[in-house]
């Protein structure tokens, strides 16, 4: 299957600094990529759509300023917390999916996860 | 916003016996799809039904889906210790593009 692979899976940061969260496609190439925050024993809800070489679309309710999202190339996106507050802490989950047509494309291959801890 | 509820949200049963989780949904789906979340893990897809689909099997799980009701069920059967985790069932909409979760069924298996 396709790879996703998500760094840092967990990063803790001072109240304040700014955190990058890289999601990366290693085998595809991937035009589309989704940024998901999870708290504690709860769904994921998306926070973003991150599109190669144009502007993220973001949900409503998800600060654009706060949550900077980069995709400049079709295997890397970004999402970087800037200045990061205790209520940031949270675990991030980046997918993406697989180009073109086929049974792949259906189907959304996920990161790892990162836990953020802003202290 | 979520598309599913899930149903229950946690599930605790005995190694060996069947586990049976719901999932309803709001809005028009093109597939209905359900991946598994171990604690603190990204999430791995399971098996997708698609929208003219009413029952898949996929070794021991079986996924149905009822458009009338807006409702799908995912059931494991014979489940074991490691099938201990989260599960989450995800509609993608006509429009293609995004995935939204419902809200999970936290399943134990004790063994």
């Known amino acids: 299957g396709a790879v996703v692979s998500q760094h840092p899976s967990r990063v803790i940061c001072k109240s304040g600094t700014s955190v990058k969260i890289e999601c990366r496609s290693l085998?595809?190439?991937?035009?589309?990529m989704f940024w998901y925050r999870q708290f504690p024993k709860q769904s994921l809800m998306l926070m973003a759509t991150?599109?190669?070489?144009?502007?993220?679309?973001?949900e409503q309710g998800v600060e654009k300023d706060k949550f900077l999202i980069n995709h400049a190339s079709l295997t890397l996106s970004t999402l970087t917390v800037t200045s990061a507050h205790p209520e940031d802490s949270s675990f991030y989950i980046c997918s993406a999916r697989y180009p073109g047509q086929g049974p792949k494309n259906t189907e959304a291959f996920f990161g790892q996860g990162t836990r953020l801890t802003v202290v | 916003s979520q598309q599913g509820e899930e149903d229950p949200q946690a599930l605790s049963i005995q190694e060996g016996e069947n586990a049976t989780m719901n999932c309803s949904y709001k809005t028009s789906i093109n597939n209905l799809q359900w991946y598994r979340q171990n604690s603190g893990r990204g999430l791995v897809h399971l098996i997708l039904?698609?929208?003219?689909?009413r029952e898949k099997h996929s070794g021991r799980l079986r996924v149905t889906l009822d458009t009338s009701k807006k409702s799908s069920s995912l059931l494991i059967t014979a489940s074991r210790a490691a099938d201990t985790a989260s599960y989450f069932c995800?509609?993608?909409?006509?429009?293609?593009?995004?995935?939204?979760f419902g809200g999970g069924t936290r399943l134990m298996v004790k063994p």
């Open positions: 085998d595809f190439q991937a035009t589309t």
């Open positions: 991150s599109n190669e070489g144009s502007k993220a679309t973001y």
């Open positions: 039904i698609r929208s003219n689909e």
């Open positions: 995800a509609g993608r909409g006509n429009a293609g593009n995004m995935l939204t």
